[in-house]
């Protein structure tokens, strides 16, 4: 895959001066390139031993740019309250799009889960339209959790949440992200949906389960060059030195999701 990636670049440069490739780089050399590179890699079983959530299950499929849904759905048009559901960079384990072209459904008794947000140098979103505390790492562990219990997953699954970073980046601060800073902004968020009653009381387990679930969820922060020394292949370590060339370390996205 990242070979024949870096060889449409090598392929695309063909003018003599400015802009060198007839392309905008960024199309190749990207957060969401990187993930399926490691992703497939970790599948092939290289690099396994490296990190808390490898080695996969055998039977796990894999996914990039899913939706999980989320349980603050919209109770009627007028719900300043409800969201979207979550894009998510990836995610690995035992699932199906179940007939949605990108809203993943978990198997029952799913034993396995893990769902990975790829930056490059950008920043987590720290909170939604409505809910400005409401930040990317709670929600993608709130829309987890939902699908945990919508799919009755089995008491020992293992489910993981995984941010990929540049290591030199200074947009995400990993130690953030307690247990305790999970627990408050999903908290917060679920009471302040229940209290807008006269859109509604949702059905959801989640709104009584959800804190039982949460503590099954392990966080890891991950940086990319973690990932490549790890892989070994020196094409994917070319591929990230030109991502770090194209996307530089000046923007960033450290923002409010929509809603």
């Known amino acids: 895959m990242i070979a024949e990636l870096l060889r449409i670049y090598e392929e695309g440069r063909i003018n003599p001066g400015?802009?060198?490739?007839?392309?905008?780089e960024t199309l190749l050399f990207n957060e969401g390139w990187m993930l399926r590179a490691a992703m497939k890699a970790w599948l092939e079983g290289r690099g396994s031993a490296a990190f808390p959530f490898l080695p996969f299950p055998s039977g796990v499929v894999a996914y990039s740019e899913g939706?999980?849904?989320t349980p603050f759905r919209k109770r009627a048009q007028a719900d300043p309250l409800g969201e979207a559901h979550t894009h998510v960079d990836g995610i690995v384990g035992?699932?199906?799009?179940?007939g949605s072209k990108s809203g993943v459904t978990l198997d029952p008794g799913c034993r396995y889960l893990a769902v990975f947000e790829a930056k490059m140098y950008s920043g987590l979103?720290?909170?939604v339209t409505h809910a400005l505390g409401y930040?990317?790492?709670a929600r993608t562990a709130a829309c987890m959790i939902h699908g945990m219990l919508e799919a009755e997953a089995a008491?020992?699954?293992a489910a993981h949440l995984v941010a990929l970073y540049p290591e030199d980046s200074r947009l995400i601060d990993p130690a953030r992200y307690t247990y305790d800073h999970l627990h408050v902004r999903i908290a917060v968020r679920v009471e302040g949906y229940l209290a807008a009653r006269?859109?509604?009381?949702?059905?959801?387990?989640?709104?009584?389960?959800?804190?039982?679930v949460l503590p099954r969820i392990e966080v890891a922060f991950v940086t990319w060059e973690q990932v490549v020394a790890a892989v070994g292949d020196p094409?994917?370590?070319r591929f990230y030195g030109l991502c770090r060339r194209f996307n530089g370390k000046g923007a960033s996205t450290r923002g409010v999701m929509p809603a």
Do not use: I, N
């Open 18 to 24: 400015s802009p060198e490739c007839m392309f905008a």
């Open 67 to 69: 939706q999980l849904r």
């Open 94 to 98: 035992q699932f199906s799009l179940a």
């Open 125 to 127: 979103a720290q909170g």
């Open 135 to 137: 930040d990317q790492v």
């Open 155 to 157: 008491k020992d699954c």
């Open 198 to 212: 006269e859109y509604g009381t949702p059905e959801a387990r989640f709104f009584s389960e959800w804190e039982a």
């Open 235 to 237: 094409a994917l370590g």
